[in-house]
Nanobody, 111 residues
Framework: QVQLVESGGGLVQPGGSLRLSCAAP????????MMWYRRAPGKERELVTD???????NYADSVKGRFTISRDNLKNTVHLQMSNLKPEDTAVYYC?????WGQGTQVTVSS
């Protein structure tokens, strides 16, 4: 069964960094725009960033200048580098592409 698998979440102090990864060995990444969403407690799901098949990127205003999305089509992976993390970045982060969603990875920013 094809699925997306996220990893890299965890607990980090404000100002810290984390790198999330999304892998799908049997999913043809190269033909899809890949996205990272997040859902914070008590809030709606939010589109954080996306990366097109040609590498073009878009970011939510709340993460511009702090988050960077990248993709490796040969390895069927997409990454989200998060820097200068803030408590309001605390959420479950989901990878999405085509009709597929990952199971989510928890990111907690707290001192």
């Amino acid at each position: 069964q094809v699925q997306l698998v996220e990893s890299g979440g965890g607990l980090v102090q404000p100002g810290g960094s984390l790198r999330l990864s999304c892998a799908a060995p049997r999913f043809t990444f190269s033909t899809y725009t890949m996205m990272w969403y997040r859902r914070a407690p008590g809030k709606e799901r939010e589109l954080v960033t996306d990366i097109g098949t040609g590498g073009s990127t878009n970011y939510a205003d709340s993460v511009k200048g702090r988050f960077t999305i990248s993709r490796d089509n040969l390895k069927n992976t997409v990454h989200l580098q998060m820097s200068n993390l803030k408590p309001e970045d605390t959420a479950v982060y989901y990878c999405h592409g085509g009709l597929l969603w990952g199971q989510g990875t928890q990111v907690t920013v707290s001192s």
